[in-house]
């Protein structure tokens, strides 16, 4: 498809859907869903292969470069909602393949959060990454549970990225970054699949799930979403191996080939949390101040294991929106330059 569209700052600023994007947003719907396309492509997937029937089945365009997708996740048992910002040159070049940049949202939100809280499009505007964020659940801890499902990673690292490599033109350089829950996610994936991350951040993020200001964190934000962590990981106790297998600071090794930036506040309130409601406030401070500590032990320990790692901590820093968009400023250029650096590459075939 080669449809070229541009619009002025105002007309992004009011979403405003001229003729031209109607038309190129109604050949992008063409390409996605239409016979002969990835609908039809999963329709011949091997029964075998389940996650190569992963599929999109709405696009919803909300500018230019934005699309709201519905995914049919067969891991998922359900269909789930990804956001996506194309490339620059993903109209314009419809030969070329970009790399990805995954964006992992925290608990007790959605896959709108990155749009909605920063300014993610208009560093992305000049940019040749493709950016993607999915939803995760308010408390789905980036985890395929043991009970079966939800099996939000399966979906996240084996479906959803051989679907960007098959309808978005999507290569094998990859980032990943989160905050919070997503960081922790960020951080689960990128060791739990070596080689397939070239760049994770993790910010505002657990990091030890031995860590009592950890434990206390999971259980009260799973309690508030009617979770049951031993749906998710199983008992702490007669589980042990599960809790193990998802806590990143059990496994620094396996973040070797991979940067890893890690960021945390102190939990003192600054300038941009002056007019924040005091119970929210209260909450926010909490949650950030135990985290350096933990966050700066894992960091030594991926230095010692041969890992390149970044770290910032910075004061003063809440658990909030104004301090991660600050963040992510801060590390676009590395991302960037990361993923440009290996983005020759072409797409991969995932195993589950």
Not at 23 to 51: I, K, N, Q
Not at 52 to 71: E, K, M, N, S, Y
Request: charged share 20%; glycine share 8%; aromatic share 8%.
């Amino acid at each position: 498809m080669s449809c070229h569209l541009a619009l002025s700052p105002a007309d992004r600023e009011r979403k405003t859907r001229r003729t031209p994007l109607l038309a190129c947003s109604l050949l992008l719907v063409t390409a996605l869903l239409g016979s002969g396309t990835a609908h039809a492509r999963a329709e011949r997937a091997s029964p075998s292969d389940a996650a190569d029937q992963a599929r999109i089945t709405a696009v919803r365009q909300l500018d230019a470069r934005v699309l709201d997708l519905t995914v049919s996740s067969p891991a998922m048992g359900t269909s789930v909602p990804v956001r996506v910002i194309l490339p620059r040159d993903w109209y314009t070049e419809p030969q070329a393949t970009f790399p990805v940049l995954y964006m992992l949202h925290g608990g007790d939100d959605d896959y709108t959060s990155w749009t909605r809280e920063t300014d993610i499009e208009a560093l992305a505007e000049r940019s040749d990454v493709l950016v993607v964020m999915p939803d995760a659940g308010r408390a789905g801890y980036y985890s395929d549970w043991r009970v079966g499902r939800p099996r939000w990673e399966t979906f996240h690292t084996v479906e959803l990225v051989r679907l960007m490599e098959r309808d978005f033109r999507a290569n094998a350089s990859r980032a990943v970054v989160g905050l919070s829950m997503g960081g922790f996610g960020a951080l689960n994936y990128a060791a739990h699949h070596p080689g397939m991350f070239r760049y994770v951040a993790s910010m505002s993020s657990y990091v030890d799930l031995d860590d009592p200001a950890a434990r206390l964190s999971l259980l009260l934000g799973s309690r508030r979403e009617g979770t049951d962590l031993k749906d998710v990981w199983g008992d702490p106790g007669e589980n042990a191996d599960i809790w193990r297998a998802h806590n990143p600071s059990a496994m620094p090794a396996a973040f070797r080939g991979t940067t890893v930036h890690l960021s945390a506040g102190n939990g003192a309130p600054g300038p941009w949390d002056a007019n924040r409601p005091r119970d929210a406030l209260l909450a926010s401070t909490l949650a950030e101040a135990v985290l350096p500590r933990s966050t700066k032990r894992f960091a030594s320990s991926l230095r010692a294991s041969g890992v390149s790692t970044t770290t910032h901590f910075y004061a003063p820093g809440t658990h909030s929106w104004p301090y991660w968009k600050q963040e992510l400023h801060r590390i676009w250029p590395a991302i960037e330059m990361t993923l440009e650096s290996g983005s020759a590459g072409s797409g991969t075939n995932l195993r589950p």
